[in-house]
């Protein structure tokens, strides 16, 4: 962290407080929505606004980052996130309850393009900061669970006003400490910057690459947990998977950035994706091979830790360097909008493949991951990777 100036430190520590926060209070949402008596049809919309809040306006939140600068939009969306948290715990009624899951969506739709785009105008070496930002964000994960379990053997409103507190001590440590990044000057409309980001073919085309990234990520809730309880029968199982992919990020993501630095970004993704979809060849073996039992689960789920630990950096480093100075947040929007859009589609199509062959589900998960992985190295051998501010090497 000491290679990095103040402004970085305190947002890879604010990434922890984002993911304790919020992993804090959303594993054990659904289960005190079932205790206040509503029914699953009413808990599934409830979950399902915060997501399509979040999903549907990160383009606003990019454009918002790079016409106001990032750090308003930051402070502006750990403040909504703590208010949506703080409603949770204030009501019982529907409409309350749906109020306070759009705002926390709303609020990740806000802080997640600025705080990128501010670590990728701020740091000099973006691919170590995004590898330290990585293995924050799942420590962060791995705390939140943990102290939420212990908060809730009082209350869920008790968990529910520890997550807003955390959110509010951030937005104050943000307004006091965060150094402030002027807006670069803009002479057309919102309209103008997304037309001309969403014009960029070489942008759109590694975007529509890198998809599958998040589809697969995606399956370490969907594919691994059904997996780890066929071939365990136990909720232990998938407890084991959470711990294999954040020990293993935070031992080695910093490490296997370094490592691969010298490699040109196209190859260096490429192999990221390649390695997250052959992490799926074990599952699927498992169902006609001689191992069985938890361990071709484990391996998967390394596998497609060290697939993402490898990619994310990299693929992190190149989104702004895309688009002329300035647009570092709409380039994000755009870049998690599309993702979003095609991991919720990845999990209904693979969920369908699941239900009917759970081995051909695993060799779908392998085909997308091979399938992006070759497009990317397609990309980076035509030099569509050689972005606008060269960092391709």
């Not at 759009?102 to 995004?130: K, Q, T, W």
Request: proline share 4%; net charge positive.
């Amino acid at each position: 962290m000491k290679r990095f100036p103040l402004s970085v430190r305190l947002l890879l520590v604010n990434q922890f407080g984002v993911n304790t926060g919020f992993y804090l209070l959303i594993p054990y949402l659904a289960t005190h929505l079932g205790d206040l008596g509503l029914s699953a049809a009413t808990i599934g919309v409830v979950l399902g606004v915060r997501t399509l809040s979040q999903q549907g306006l990160f383009l606003v939140g990019g454009s918002a980052s790079d016409r106001l600068g990032p750090r308003r939009v930051i402070i502006a969306g750990c403040a909504v996130r703590a208010v949506g948290f703080g409603l949770f715990a204030a009501g019982e009624s529907v409409v309350v309850l749906l109020g306070a899951s759009v705002l926390s969506g709303v609020a990740g739709a806000l802080f997640n393009p600025a705080v990128r785009a501010y670590i990728a105008e701020e740091a000099e070496d973006r691919a170590g900061a995004f590898a330290l930002f990585n293995a924050y964000g799942q420590a962060g994960a791995l705390a939140g669970p943990l102290l939420g379990g212990l908060v809730m053997l009082w209350d869920f409103r008790v968990a529910a006003l520890v997550a807003a507190g955390i959110f509010a001590a951030l937005t104050v440590a943000q307004a006091v400490v965060l150094p402030d990044r002027p807006a670069a000057p803009h002479r057309g409309t919102v309209l103008d910057d997304w037309r001309e980001c969403l014009s960029d073919r070489r942008f759109l085309a590694f975007t529509a690459a890198l998809t599958g990234m998040f589809v697969l990520q995606n399956q370490l809730y969907l594919v691994l947990p059904l997996e780890a309880r066929r071939s365990t029968d136990s909720s232990f199982a998938v407890a084991a998977l959470f711990l294999v992919s954040t020990v293993a990020t935070l031992l080695l993501q910093v490490r296997v950035t370094r490592a691969l630095d010298r490699f040109a970004r196209g190859r260096a993704i490429a192999l990221g994706l390649a390695v997250m979809g052959l992490g799926f060849v074990a599952t699927a073996v498992s169902h006609v091979g001689p191992v069985g039992g938890i361990t071709p689960v484990l391996v998967t789920a390394l596998l497609l830790s060290v697939g993402v630990m490898i990619t994310h950096p990299f693929v992190y480093e190149l989104i702004p360097a895309f688009g002329r100075t300035g647009l570092a947040g709409t380039y994000f929007g755009v870049f998690y909008l599309v993702s979003g859009l095609a991991a919720t589609l990845g999990n209904a199509v693979i969920g369908w493949v699941f239900g009917r062959s759970a081995p051909l589900a695993s060799l779908l998960c392998a085909a997308i991951g091979l399938g992006c992985a070759a497009a990317v190295a397609w990309l980076h051998r035509r030099g569509a990777l050689t972005a606008n501010r060269e960092v391709a090497r």
